[in-house]
């Protein structure tokens, strides 16, 4: 096996990183046991599904950092929430989205409430779906779409969109949850070859990366995107033995501060752990009234400076939604304002596109995040 270079990279300032330089790289963010992944060829990037509700403040700052403003498109491998919880944020930020994609396979959920519809009708677009034989824009190579054929009814893992991106300089394969029975089912609809990089399916669980899906692809570089703290059986003994056992390289995202990240050079692959250091919170905002009533929470600024919120966001807790604010959103010195939802009486300065966001009978935390992520405000 060749020799792989293994760099531990702190990255205060990445602006001028969010689009490649000829070559093709994976880019996999650090979001628990969940999945979002920055394809890059040449000049074009993908998100490749986008975390959970709870991780969109790492996402946020890698995106931040990494100064990226636009996106060639979004696609999401399957509806589960650890790959989808992301998206109407993603819908809301500051982000550019030229196209949304989805598996055309799913279950358990009526299409005009599937997550990827509703990020993109947000923006005034819809979703394009994807099946075996697709093909998606890219500038360098080709980004193939091998996976779903049909509908598992039973485990929407194995509707899991699968893609490979062939480029002069390597290939990059990612199986978003596929479980062993959708590996089988796709050997034996096509004929796999090795690839460069592969982003191990199901987190590395047990259930997926069968012995002879791993034979078939036989990858330079394994990625496993999980938290062993979130569940104590990702990433699986067998399946990091298997792949170390053909010659891989097994890295983890949890190993990260920030995020994997693989370029293919044509020659050994360079992979990097990156470290995303967000500049301190000086701000002081703070959430300063929830109205469970008027489903309605006001924010404060206490400080002697504007404030910029374009990307802050607001989490709850218990309901898990995120309120982002719009790009040029500012809260004077001194001054208030107020966030409304749909189920509000009255509008406020900003409405969150939800209903009954504040649960009247549980305790729901509201909490006040920067555009990195950082905690600023919290109020039970």
């Not at 989205?97 to 819809?126: I, N």
């Not at 701000?283 to 400076?305: C, Y």
């Not at 374009?310 to 709850?316: A, R, Y």
Request: include cysteine; hydrophobic fraction near 40%; charged fraction near 20%.
């Amino acid at each position: 096996m060749k020799r792989l270079l293994l760099i531990l990279c702190c990255c205060c300032f990445l602006v001028g990183c969010a689009r490649g330089e000829g070559t093709a790289t994976l880019l996999s963010i650090n979001v628990g046991k969940a999945d979002c992944h920055l394809l890059y060829a040449g000049d074009t990037v993908y998100m490749i599904d986008t975390g959970s509700a709870e991780s969109w403040g790492m996402v946020s700052r890698a995106l931040t950092m990494l100064g990226v403003e636009r996106l060639d498109g979004v696609i999401l491998t399957h509806t589960d929430k650890d790959h989808a919880g992301g998206l109407q944020a993603l819908a809301a930020s500051w982000v550019e989205v030229d196209a949304w994609y989805s598996s055309a396979c799913y279950t358990d959920v009526k299409t005009s409430k599937h997550p990827a519809v509703l990020a993109a009708a947000q923006c005034g677009e819809t979703v394009s779906w994807l099946q075996a034989g697709d093909t998606l824009p890219v500038q360098k190579g080709t980004l193939q779409v091998l996976s779903p054929y049909f509908v598992d009814e039973d485990k929407e893992n194995n509707n899991s969109a699968v893609l490979r991106l062939d480029t002069e300089a390597g290939s990059i394969m990612l199986t978003g949850d596929l479980e062993k029975e959708g590996e089988q089912t796709l050997m034996a609809a096509m004929e796999l070859s090795p690839v460069t990089v592969l982003k191990v399916g199901h987190h590395g669980k047990n259930d997926a990366t069968g012995k002879s899906f791993a034979e078939a692809v036989r990858p330079q570089i394994a990625v496993i995107s999980t938290s062993t703290a979130a569940d104590a059986d990702s990433p699986a003994p067998r399946v990091t033995e298997l792949l170390s056992s053909l010659g891989a390289q097994v890295i983890q995202t949890q190993d990260a501060d920030g995020a994997v990240r693989v370029t293919l050079t044509g020659g050994d692959p360079l992979v990097e752990l990156v470290t995303f250091t967000p500049p301190p919170v000086t701000a002081q905002v703070v959430i300063g009234d929830k109205s469970v009533a008027q489903d309605a929470i006001t924010l404060r600024n206490d400080g002697e400076e504007a404030v910029d919120l374009s990307g802050w966001f607001v989490f709850s807790e218990k309901g898990k939604e995120i309120f982002v604010f719009p790009q040029g959103a500012t809260l004077e010195a001194g001054e208030a304002c107020t966030i409304t939802t749909l189920t509000s009486e009255s509008p406020g300065d900003y409405q969150w596109a939800d209903t009954r966001v504040w649960h009247e009978k549980k305790a729901d935390a509201a909490v006040l995040y920067d555009r990195y992520g950082q905690l600023v405000s919290r109020l039970e």
